[in-house]
């Protein structure tokens, strides 16, 4: 139920999301990994995939925020919440990484962060089932994009490669844990407009 509590306990989240350094209990992916030697159109290229999948996880973080304020059941209140915290260690790891990498997290991530906490917000209001739709929708999106990503990544990589190798393995959970509670398949329209949101956000996140 929809409550003043919970929507200042969720702003606070999202204070958090963007100005503090995100938490993690699992180890770094790449932490027994050593940097590869790169020249410095793979770093900027590396570089630029990770602050995608960092945007990505921002995006991920205000999705489940949204729709955990307005989903129903209790029991899917609280598996969105345990996806968001893995969701948190991704941010984490990725920030990390394009630190390393010598570059920067989008300028834009509290606009992506906005837009994307009002979607899961009315996703959550249409119902459980939909609102698990979207999830499990989202999911397999970022799934894509992550595969794409490993094979766009510079070989030598490993680190980056690391990293997102877990990425691709936590959120194809989340996917599968959406159609285990029941998620409905999504209209054709809704996941090709979907997937036009997320080519504008990479594309547009690749360079700020």
């Not at 050593?34 to 945007?55: C, Q």
């Not at 990390?96 to 906005?114: A, D, F, I, M, Q």
């Not at 917000?121 to 249409?126: E, F, K, T």
């Not at 094979?151 to 959120?171: F, G, H, I, N, W």
Request: charged fraction near 20%.
């Amino acid at each position: 139920m929809f409550n003043l509590d919970a929507l200042i306990i969720e702003f606070d989240k999202g204070l958090r999301t963007l100005l503090a350094r995100a938490p993690t209990v699992r180890p770094y992916p790449d932490a027994d990994i050593n940097d590869a030697a790169m020249d410095d159109a793979e770093k900027k290229h590396a570089a630029a995939l990770m602050r995608i999948n960092h945007t990505g996880e921002i995006c991920a973080q205000a999705l489940y925020q949204g729709q955990a304020l307005t989903a129903r059941d209790p029991v899917v209140q609280e598996k969105l919440k345990g996806a968001a915290w893995e969701e948190t260690e991704h941010l984490a790891w990725t920030s990390k990484r394009v630190n390393e990498l010598g570059s920067h997290l989008s300028v834009l991530n509290p606009l992506w962060y906005t837009s994307s906490l009002a979607i899961g917000a009315v996703a959550g209001l249409l119902g459980d089932k939909w609102n698990l739709g979207f999830l499990a929708e989202t999911e397999r999106q970022v799934g894509a994009h992550l595969q794409s990503h490993l094979d766009s990544l510079p070989v030598q990589d490993a680190k980056s490669r690391a990293v997102v190798q877990q990425m691709y393995t936590d959120e194809v959970g989340h996917a599968d844990m959406a159609i285990k509670l029941g998620a409905a398949e999504l209209p054709l329209p809704v996941k090709l407009a979907m997937r036009g949101m997320s080519t504008v956000m990479t594309k547009t996140v690749y360079w700020v």
